[in-house]
C-alpha cells in the first residue's frame, strides 16, 4: 500500500496520560499535515510540516501537543496529559503540488477515546 | 459565523433520485473550492474541484457563485455507493494550508 498509513488505528487512554500517533505519509510528497476531526465536523487544521520544518501551527494545538518530523518522512504527534476534550479522530495527510494548487492524500487517522 | 456552512442533513433519498447540496461560505477573498467525500469511519476523499464556470464528472456537478459566495453539488441518478458525507471545502489559495472544510452533508441512498 503505497497510501498515508497512519498507526495505530484506535487508541483508548486514561485522562492524563500521554499518548503518541505516528504518519507515515506517501514517499515523494514533501508536505505533511495534521488535521483533528470531532463527530459531526470537518477536520480542523492543526500543523503541517515541509520536509522536516514545522512551518506553521494552529491555536487549537496547545502546549501539551507537539509534533515532531525528524527526518522529513514519517512524523509523530504526541498529546501529553490527555483529556476528554482530547477525544477525536486525528487525521494525517501528505500532499503534492499539481497544476498549481496542492492536493492532500489522507490517512485513515487514528480515533483516539479519552476516559 | 461559521466560514464554511452546510445543511448537515441527513437527506435520504431513493436509488436513482437527484439530490443537491449546498454550501455557503463567508471569505469573500477565498479562490478555491472542492467537494470532499468521507465514507463512515474513513478518511475524507477529493470527490471533485469547483470551478467557476461549473464542472461536471459523470453524475456529478458542482457549481460555484461567486457574487452569493455559494457552492452546490448535484448528483443524478444516486446510487447506493454515494451514500457518504459531502464536505465542502474553501481555500484562500492554491495551499492546503489554509483548506476550511464544512461540517459535512450526510446523505444516504435508499434501496
Known amino acids: 500500500d503505497t497510501g498515508v498509513s497512519q498507526d495505530p488505528r484506535h487508541k483508548i487512554t486514561k485522562r492524563g496520560q500521554n499518548v503518541t500517533f505516528r504518519c507515515d505519509p506517501i514517499s515523494e510528497h514533501n508536505r505533511l499535515y495534521w488535521y483533528r476531526q470531532t463527530l459531526g465536523q470537518g477536520p480542523e487544521f492543526l500543523t503541517y510540516?515541509?520536509?522536516?520544518?514545522?512551518?506553521?501551527k494552529s491555536r487549537l494545538l496547545s502546549d501539551r501537543f507537539s509534533a515532531e518530523r525528524p527526518k522529513g518522512s514519517f512524523s509523530t504527534l504526541e498529546i501529553q496529559r490527555t483529556e476528554q476534550g482530547d477525544s477525536a479522530m486525528y487525521l494525517c495527510?501528505?500532499?503534492?503540488?499539481?497544476?498549481?494548487?496542492?492536493?492532500?492524500?489522507f490517512g485513515s487517522g487514528t480515533q483516539l477515546s479519552v476516559l | 459565523r461559521k466560514e464554511v456552512e452546510q445543511d448537515p442533513g441527513p437527506f435520504n433519498v431513493p436509488e436513482g433520485a437527484t439530490v443537491a447540496f449546498n454550501c455557503t461560505y463567508s471569505n469573500s477573498a477565498s479562490q478555491s473550492f472542492f467537494w470532499y467525500r468521507q465514507d463512515c469511519r474513513k478518511e475524507p476523499k477529493l470527490l471533485m474541484s469547483?470551478?467557476?464556470s461549473g464542472n461536471e464528472d459523470g453524475r456529478f456537478t458542482a457549481q460555484l457563485n461567486r457574487a452569493s459566495q455559494y457552492i452546490s453539488l448535484l448528483i443524478r441518478d444516486s446510487k447506493l455507493s454515494d451514500s457518504a458525507t459531502y464536505l465542502c471545502?474553501?481555500?484562500?489559495?492554491?495551499?492546503?494550508?489554509?483548506?476550511?472544510f464544512g461540517s459535512g452533508t450526510q446523505l444516504t441512498v435508499l434501496p
Open positions: 495527510a501528505s500532499s503534492l503540488v499539481t497544476g498549481g494548487y496542492e492536493k492532500l492524500f
Open positions: 469547483v470551478y467557476s
Open positions: 510540516f515541509q520536509n522536516e520544518a514545522q512551518l506553521e
Open positions: 471545502v474553501v481555500t484562500l489559495s492554491g495551499s492546503a494550508r489554509q483548506l476550511t
